[in-house]
């Protein structure tokens, strides 16, 4: 009687667990439906980059899939990633100075632009092959996959290609302004500098200006545009 009362029990407490992880699987299409709902609405949806902080009663709704949506704001709330965009917008407002004394009024600013943002390139990309292998390594169902991809191009690949994209055009222009300030600096009883332009005393001076302010000029095309599709990304 004894022994029978025990295997009675133990299996009374297999048969409740059972029944509990089944209960708990039916709710697997009430969190995915949940959780699909708020990729739609409040990020695939919205204009720009949304990253929304999930409250208690989301985080309770989505159950397991709140480990999926940490992918995305992992990638964005990164130290490092949010430092880059700081300097990011900190060099964009440098490189587009169009004073050519404030460009040598900026030389130092110039020079840590090329200098940090060819470290910030190498960063970015390292941290989007680790969001992406995340991204890889999740098991989700076709109709969830395929909102899920929607929201991360949105949040995370459109805007890292916008930076990746930008990032070299702006050392290129900082490069190129330190190339005429230092020529200014290193020739400055050869050359006049006015507030908007900058000219050469003689021939040679004259046409040393032209060649590196043209080169200057011609990567302003570029950046504009890389410019106005990175703020399409982030804004909408």
């Known amino acids: 009687?004894?022994?029978?009362?025990?295997?009675?029990?133990?299996?009374?407490?297999?048969?409740?667990?059972?029944?509990?992880?089944?209960?708990?699987?039916?709710?697997?299409?009430?969190?995915?439906?949940?959780?699909?709902?708020?990729?739609?609405?409040?990020?695939?949806?919205?204009?720009?980059?949304?990253?929304?902080?999930?409250?208690?009663?989301?985080?309770?709704?989505?159950?397991?899939?709140?480990?999926?949506?940490?992918?995305?704001?992992?990638?964005?709330?990164?130290?490092?990633?949010?430092d880059i965009a700081k300097k990011m917008q900190q060099a964009t407002q440098t490189v587009g100075l169009t004073s050519v004394q404030a460009l040598i009024d900026h030389r130092k600013d110039l020079k840590d632009v090329g200098d940090y943002l060819a470290k910030a390139q190498e960063v970015m990309a390292r941290e989007l092959t680790k969001t992406n292998a995340a991204r890889a390594a999740l098991k989700q169902p076709d109709d969830l996959k395929a909102v899920f991809d929607k929201a991360f191009d949105k949040d995370v690949t459109i805007p890292a290609r916008g930076f990746i994209e930008t990032m070299p055009i702006v050392v290129d222009i900082a490069n190129a302004a330190l190339k005429l300030v230092d020529y200014i600096e290193s020739h400055r009883a050869t050359v006049n500098v006015s507030a908007r332009?900058?000219?050469?005393?003689?021939?040679?001076?004259?046409?040393?200006?032209?060649?590196?302010?043209?080169?200057?000029?011609?990567?302003?095309?570029?950046f504009e545009a890389a410019r106005r599709r990175m703020n399409a990304a982030l804004n909408g």
Request: glycine residues 8%; neutral net charge; contains cysteine.
């Open 1 to 82: 009687m004894q022994t029978f009362t025990r295997r009675g029990f133990a299996l009374g407490t297999v048969l409740i667990l059972a029944l509990s992880a089944a209960a708990c699987g039916d709710n697997e299409p009430e969190q995915r439906k949940a959780f699909m709902s708020f990729l739609q609405t409040r990020i695939v949806d919205k204009s720009g980059v949304h990253i929304p902080k999930l409250t208690d009663e989301e985080k309770k709704s989505f159950g397991p899939y709140v480990d999926h949506y940490a992918v995305i704001p992992g990638f964005s709330d990164n130290p490092e990633l949010l």
């Open 197 to 222: 332009s900058v000219g050469g005393k003689d021939p040679q001076t004259a046409k040393d200006l032209e060649v590196l302010v043209k080169d200057l000029q011609r990567l302003n095309t570029p």
